[in-house]
Nanobody, 114 residues
C-alpha cells in the first residue's frame, strides 16, 4: 500500500505561482511512476505532468509553465506551477505506481481567479 497526501493548493491570481507537494508513505526508490492530474467541474480528469521510465511528460497546455520534480530523501513529488491561468483551476491529484498498482491522493483544490 501507498498513502499519498497532497498539499499546497489555494487561491492565486492569474500570472501567479503555486507549488503542490505530494508526500508518499513509501520510499521513492520503489515508486516507478509519479504523476499529477487535475479535474475541473464537469470535465474528465487529465494528466498534467508525470515522471516515469521514459522521463518527464507534460500536457501541452502546461509545458514551459509547470515543472514536476521529486525529492527522494523526503519521499515527495512536487509540481511547480508558474504563470497560472484561470483554466488551470481544478482539483489536483497525485498518483504513484508501486509494484502493479496505482495509488491516488485525495487531491488539493487550486483556483486561479482575480
Amino acid at each position: 500500500q501507498v498513502q499519498l497526501v497532497e498539499s499546497g493548493g489555494g487561491l492565486v491570481q492569474p500570472g501567479g505561482s503555486l507549488r503542490l507537494s505530494c508526500a508518499s508513505s513509501r520510499s521513492m526508490f520503489s515508486i516507478h511512476y509519479m504523476g499529477w492530474y487535475r479535474q475541473a467541474p464537469g470535465k474528465q480528469r487529465e494528466l498534467v505532468a508525470s515522471i516515469g521510465s521514459g522521463g518527464e511528460h507534460y500536457a501541452d497546455s502546461v509545458r514551459a509553465r509547470f515543472t514536476i520534480s521529486r525529492d527522494n530523501a523526503k519521499s515527495t513529488v512536487y509540481l511547480q506551477m508558474n504563470n497560472m491561468k484561470p483554466e488551470d483551476s481544478g482539483r489536483y491529484y497525485c498518483s504513484m505506481g508501486w509494484r502493479t498498482s496505482d495509488y491516488w491522493g485525495q487531491g488539493t483544490q487550486v483556483t486561479v481567479s482575480s
